[in-house]
């Protein structure tokens, strides 16, 4: 719905780069087979993958806004923005581009972050969900709201509500100069 937009998503970079090949053929056929894929947060995501797919998306979305696009990028970043990214990291790579830059911040409410999180039921979850005190620990590391957001240009979006509405306040959003 926004003209020339193109979408960066931090899942499909990393998802790609942890897939292993499939050794076990030499025709060319390996390159299409699964030979499966490495876990997350572990040693070899956290060495090779998770830096590279933080860097490949602001390399993507600059090479994309040269060609007259722009870029949506698609991530977790709370640990990273309470960290300073958007100052020390984002701002300064794109410093030369005359971009705007807008940040879309989804959130749920805990329950349902915790519902999400179950019915993904997905591997790189397990650590968060194994007890109440690991549940606490993730919310106190990754919290639903970030504290430092109010000083970064956002808009917040509660992903429970009509996806409707949502889309209609985040094209106004995006499309306001």
């Known amino acids: 719905m926004l003209d020339n937009s193109f979408w960066i998503d931090k899942d499909t970079i990393e998802d790609t780069m942890l897939r292993r090949m499939d050794h076990t053929s030499d025709d060319i056929m390996r390159y299409s087979s699964n030979g499966g894929v490495l876990p997350r947060k572990r040693d070899h995501h956290l060495e090779h993958v998770e830096l590279q797919a933080y860097h ?3 390399e993507e979305a600059k090479n994309n806004l040269a060609l007259g696009k722009h870029p949506i990028i698609d991530g977790n ?9 958007f100052e020390k990291v984002l701002l300064p790579f794109f410093a030369k581009t005359g971009c705007k830059i807008k940040i879309l911040y989804f959130y749920a409410p805990e329950d349902v972050v915790k519902r999400r999180m179950i019915e993904r039921g997905a591997a790189r979850d397990d650590d968060k969900l194994r007890s109440e005190e690991s ?6 590391r990754e919290p639903i709201i970030i504290h430092n957001i109010e000083s970064l240009p956002h ?5 429970t509500k009509p996806i409707d509405e949502n889309l209609k306040a985040i094209i106004a959003y995006l499309e306001k100069e």
């Open 56 to 58: 490949l998306m602001l």
């Open 77 to 85: 970043y709370v640990r990273e923005l309470q960290q300073g990214y």
């Open 135 to 140: 549940w606490i620990d993730f919310l106190r």
């Open 155 to 159: 808009m917040k979006v509660d992903s």
